[in-house]
């Protein structure tokens, strides 16, 4: 088993549609839990660090399950703009961080 | 407040030739990564310095990769010789301690 598994993709939604991305990952040790987005050609670069307890940004909501070892994220009111590949990222402790595969996200007008 | 600096932005070079990528992490950033990413694919560690101490390397190909990072600042990652294989983007990312890492541009290499 990878050690943080996301759904591909592609997810084509209409403008203004919600989208939830959902991660896996197999180290129940982790500790730091974060999103990252990644334009084509370009660098990937942090979108939000997930807490414990849930957190927002905007339109932007992430979520982290311990128990089952699973992280999302929530976009409300697609833009064009968030058209990106979205990768979830996982560390434990003083280790590198470990990034999934991406999801693609394409947000249609 | 400048971001992490790669060079050269694109190389591309014939199999069996040598190359090297530098990256000048953001000042004060004691741990920087070098990743290796394919197309689709997310970024893959090949080598983590903590100041100049290189603490994980189990996943660079030592018998073609080398990466250095003396004086704990800027660091190169060279490959002797290249293979076709390795055509990918190269990433360095350099990070406070724990904290999330800052990724520079990447190097978008081609192997011919």
């Known amino acids: 088993r990878k050690e943080v598994e996301q759904d591909p993709g592609p997810f084509n939604v209409p403008e203004g549609a919600t989208v939830a991305f959902n991660c896996t990952y197999s180290?129940?040790?982790?500790?730091?839990f974060f999103w990252y987005r990644q334009d084509c050609r370009k660098e990937p670069k942090l979108l939000m660090s997930?807490?414990?307890s849930g957190n927002e940004d905007g339109r932007f909501t992430a979520q982290l399950n311990r128990a089952s070892q699973y992280i999302s994220l929530l976009i409300r009111d697609s833009k064009l703009s968030d058209s990106a590949t979205y990768l979830c990222?996982?560390?434990?402790?003083?280790?590198?961080?470990?990034f999934g595969k991406g999801t693609r996200l394409s947000v249609i007008a | 407040e400048a971001g992490v600096v790669q060079s050269p932005r694109y190389k591309i070079i014939e199999k069996k030739q040598p190359v090297a990528f530098w990256c000048n992490p953001i000042?004060?950033?004691?741990?920087l990564y070098w990743y290796l990413q394919n197309l689709g694919q997310g970024p893959e560690l090949l080598i983590r310095?903590?100041?100049?101490?290189?603490?994980?390397d189990s996943q660079l190909p030592k018998d073609r990769f080398s990466a250095e990072r003396l004086k704990g600042v800027d660091s190169t990652l060279k490959i002797q010789p290249a293979e076709l294989g390795d055509s990918a983007v190269y990433l360095c990312?350099?990070?406070?301690?724990?904290?999330?890492?800052?990724f520079g541009q990447g190097t978008r290499l081609t192997v011919v």
């Open positions: 310095y903590e100041n100049e101490e290189a603490v994980d």
């Open positions: 990312a350099s990070s406070l301690g724990r904290a999330e890492a800052f």
């Open positions: 997930v807490y414990s």
């Open positions: 000042s004060g950033h004691n741990t």
């Open positions: 990222v996982v560390n434990k402790g003083n280790t590198p961080l470990v």
């Open positions: 180290n129940s040790a982790s500790q730091s």
